[in-house]
Every structure is written in structure tokens, then in C-alpha cells.
């Protein structure tokens, strides 16, 4: 069983960095669609970015709020995914999960097609 393991997280000035890290272990993520989605108090759970595997070309999707701060990477030798943050912002506090969805061309990056969650780390931005 795939297991999902998130780090990195934690509390930001704004304006500021973090880089998330997702480990997993059970099984290899080479061949998935792996990334990150968040839900801030009150408000749904949100896909922020996605990457398809290597071989699909590492196609990459970010939520619009995030285009141009975020960068999405995936490191198959250590089976690991980042996530790495800059210009950090108030509205960008939330828990964040990494997240496994079936290999695919295509990053959906919802919900609805997520096989695994990992636990969540929590991100904190504020003056």
C-alpha cells in the first residue's frame, strides 16, 4: 500500500519560502500523476499543482493564484515530490496533502481522481 508522507510545512512571514517534501513508501511513484492540494479552513479542497510522470513528459498544472511562486518537482531516484514556495501570501495558508492519481498524459489534478492522500502538513503565512 502506497503511503504519502508530507514535511516542511510550517509557519511564514509573508513574503517568505517553504518547500514542501512528499516521501513515499509501498510502491514506486515513477509512472503516477503525483501533487499537492490544500484546504483552507472553510473553503474545499483545492489542486494548487500537479505533475505527470517523466515519461508523459512531465506535464505540469498550478492553480492560477499560484502561477509564477510555486514550482511543482519530482525526484524519482529518492521517489519524492516538492513543492517548493515562494512569495509566500496570507492566502496561501492552509494544509497542504500530497497526492498520487493514475498515470495518465493528462494531470487532471482533482479530487474526484486522487488514489492516495497523504496526511497533511500545515502552512502557516503571517506577519
Known amino acids: 500500500q502506497l503511503q504519502l508522507v508530507e514535511s516542511g510545512g510550517g509557519l511564514v512571514q509573508p513574503g517568505g519560502s517553504l518547500r514542501l517534501s512528499c516521501a513515499a513508501s509501498g510502491g514506486t511513484l515513477d509512472y503516477y500523476v503525483v501533487g499537492w492540494f490544500r484546504q483552507a479552513p472553510g473553503k474545499d479542497r483545492e489542486g494548487v499543482s500537479c505533475i505527470s510522470s517523466s515519461s508523459s513528459g512531465g506535464r505540469t498544472y498550478y492553480e492560477d493564484s499560484v502561477k509564477g511562486r510555486f514550482t511543482i518537482s519530482r525526484d524519482n531516484a529518492k521517489n519524492t515530490v516538492y513543492l517548493q514556495m515562494n512569495n509566500l501570501k496570507p492566502e496561501d495558508t492552509a494544509v497542504y496533502y500530497c497526492?498520487?492519481?493514475?498515470?495518465?498524459?493528462?494531470?487532471?489534478?482533482?479530487?474526484?481522481?486522487?488514489?492516495?492522500w497523504g496526511q497533511g502538513t500545515q502552512v502557516t503565512v503571517s506577519s
Open positions: 497526492t498520487v492519481e493514475p498515470p495518465s498524459p493528462q494531470v487532471m489534478c482533482v479530487p474526484q481522481v486522487v488514489e492516495h
